[in-house]
């Protein structure tokens, strides 16, 4: 096997299920006074078995690179681990296209960014095993939802998804996406996959029409011609990152996103639907923290027959009681990284897969 690429197997176990989690994503970032804290990670560590470098190119050395102290990752004075100066990430002065200002509530100054496999390359991947159980709500089967879904799974009849969002639906800062090993594609790629390989149904179609930078409104301005007409048996909609930055009242987003629905609907009654509420931005970058959270009860509340929702913005939150920003962004600001798009992933496919 080619370990410079990523695999399907791996990457699709679900964080909250078994005892060994693959290539969980790290970063390294020193304190002010030059060193580096202990690494929390996802749970309690018992043991770490491998820490690669993000493109899995290379092996890091047991107890010289890192050690295992009190379930995290403990890294010694000789460790040749890449890390991120504390000056690098937090920076006194602006540089253009390479940071955001700072958020004034958290401090003055700026913070880094970057787009591409900018930040890829500043992250680990740690292979552990533990003992104890996910800290928050595990997604589950929605076949009562989903019927006309699962059933042609089920039936391998024709099963044409529609991936309709902003820049996270694109798969923005994938490694893949990025030209960068080990070239994992988005993760709405992962999940066709998944759903061909777990229901033995070659016929699984994808389009994706999402764009960068969209809100819903956009996407209901749009959904004629980018959603409708292709004419998805189902619907993956992926707006909320854009719209909680612009503060977009939720009644106006819930309205954005039934007319979306709707429009496809008025050319396939039968079409289905997953409303993803989205993961959250950085609270430290200024400007980008809004009413995301905000969309979540309202989406929920929209679920029957034909409707269901995967819940990023929940399973984001939990990560984020264990894990830093840092740790599992794309651009540090709004995408997620390999590791987070491997959960979008694993999220949706808990949902159609029993």
């Not at 594609?185 to 994808?206: K, N, S, V």
């Amino acid at each position: 096997m080619d370990e410079t690429k990523f695999d399907l197997s791996l990457y699709m176990q679900p964080i909250w299920r078994g005892r060994t989690i693959h290539h969980e994503s790290i970063m390294l970032l020193e304190d002010a006074d030059g060193h580096i804290p202990d690494v929390p990670l996802l749970y309690q560590a018992d043991q770490i078995y491998r820490v690669r470098s993000s493109d899995l190119l290379t092996d890091y050395v047991p107890d010289i690179d890192f050690r295992l102290v009190d379930g995290k990752l403990f890294v010694p004075p000789l460790s040749t681990l890449p890390r991120t100066r504390h000056d690098d990430y937090y920076l006194k002065e602006k540089v253009e296209g390479q940071c955001f200002p700072l958020n004034p509530t958290i401090g003055s100054g700026y913070i880094a960014f970057g787009e591409g496999a900018a930040f890829h390359h500043k992250q680990l991947a740690v292979t552990y095993t533990h003992h104890d159980t996910f800290p928050g709500e595990i997604p589950f089967f929605q076949g009562s939802l989903l019927p006309g879904t699962i059933d042609r799974l089920q039936q391998r009849s024709s099963l044409h998804m529609l991936i309709y969002g902003d820049s996270i639906a694109t798969g923005a800062n994938a490694s893949g996406r990025s030209k960068a090993a080990p070239f994992m594609p988005g993760w709405f790629d992962l999940l066709a996959e998944t759903l061909r390989t777990a229901y033995g149904h070659p016929a699984i179609r994808l389009t994706n029409t999402s764009v960068g930078g969209t809100s819903s409104r956009w996407g209901a301005d749009q959904a004629q011609a980018r959603a409708a007409r292709h004419k998805p048996d189902l619907a993956i909609i992926g707006f909320g990152m854009n719209d909680g930055s612009g503060r977009v009242r939720p009644e106006d987003y819930l309205a954005n996103i039934q007319l979306i629905i709707d429009r496809i609907r008025a050319v396939n009654p039968a079409c289905e639907f997953i409303l993803i509420a989205t993961m959250l931005p950085n609270i430290e970058v200024s400007s980008f923290w809004g009413m995301q959270k905000d969309y979540r009860p309202g989406l929920l509340a929209m679920e029957g027959e034909g409707i269901a929702v995967a819940d990023m913005t929940a399973m984001h939150e939990t990560l984020l009681k264990r894990k830093r920003y840092y740790d599992m962004t794309g651009n540090n600001v709004n995408h997620p990284n390999d590791f987070l798009a491997r959960v979008y992933a694993q999220v949706l496919a808990a949902m159609l897969i029993a």
